[in-house]
């Protein structure tokens, strides 16, 4: 890696101060003096900017439980984003695997692994979001064998993906769809008209929210769970 791109993912410098240190002689390599922006990093070797090591942060996974009235975006004037709650060097390399609607909680992947996030949100890829949903009319057991054979939605062409649905009473039910459409748990049960009046996520994938992570707190994912997806 160029040394100057080296001390920006390592540091919060831009590319134009990164390269004002190197030519101050600010940074060294093993502990000499290296002014060219373009010299090439090996494995191995310790970098160091004002006589303090520097290290690129590699890629990061983490789930964060949304509160409501947060925004799944990495930036917004208006609203708290998910991005906000995070007290984390280098906020701004992150972006959610997996959005959430504004009044919807729970489990939020955030990440900086493009490809893994793909993985997470491609319906291709089958990656099932379990969500918990509660209802103003009672459900009827009907339903079940509705959505596993797809249910037809407004302004869309053609079902749903098979969900699995399972209700737990008569207002209450969780919901696996292995999609991501615009509002689609809300739109398929306004479908068979009822409607949704609390939404929650519990996991995607294997990855399940942790019980005792309070709405807006955060921890980074075990290896397992990175490898899971």
Same mark, same amino acid.
């Given at each position: 890696m160029r040394l100057d791109k080296f001390i920006c993912e390592s540091t919060e410098l831009t590319r134009s101060f990164a390269k004002k240190a190197l030519h101050r002689g600010d940074v060294t390599c093993d502990g000499?003096? #290296?002014k060219n922006s373009g010299f090439k990093v090996k494995?191995?070797?310790t970098i160091c900017l004002d006589g303090k090591v520097i290290s690129v942060v590699g890629p990061r996974f983490l789930m964060l439980n949304k509160?409501?009235?947060t925004i799944c975006a990495t930036f917004d004037q208006v609203h708290p984003t998910v991005i906000d709650l995070l007290d984390i060097e280098k906020a701004d390399t992150l972006h959610i695997a997996g959005r959430l609607d504004?009044?919807?909680?729970?489990? #939020?992947l955030i990440t900086t692994d493009g490809q893994w996030s793909h993985k997470i949100t491609s319906p291709k890829k089958d990656?099932?979001?379990c969500y918990l949903v509660t209802l103003t009319d009672e459900l009827?057991?009907?339903l079940v064998e509705t959505f596993a054979q797809g249910v037809e939605l407004r302004n869309e062409d053609g079902l749903t993906k098979p969900a699995v649905l399972e209700i737990i009473d008569s207002h209450h039910a969780r919901l696996?769809?292995?999609e991501g459409k615009y509002h689609q748990v809300k739109r398929m049960f306004a479908a068979v008209g009822n409607k949704v009046v609390g939404l929650h996520r519990e996991s995607v994938g294997k990855i399940v929210l942790d019980d005792d992570l309070a709405p807006g707190e955060w921890r980074y994912l075990t290896d397992e769970e990175v490898a899971s997806v």
């Open positions: 000499e003096v #290296v494995v191995g070797q509160p409501a009235e504004i009044d919807t909680t729970g489990l #939020v990656c099932g979001k009827d057991a009907s696996t769809i292995t």
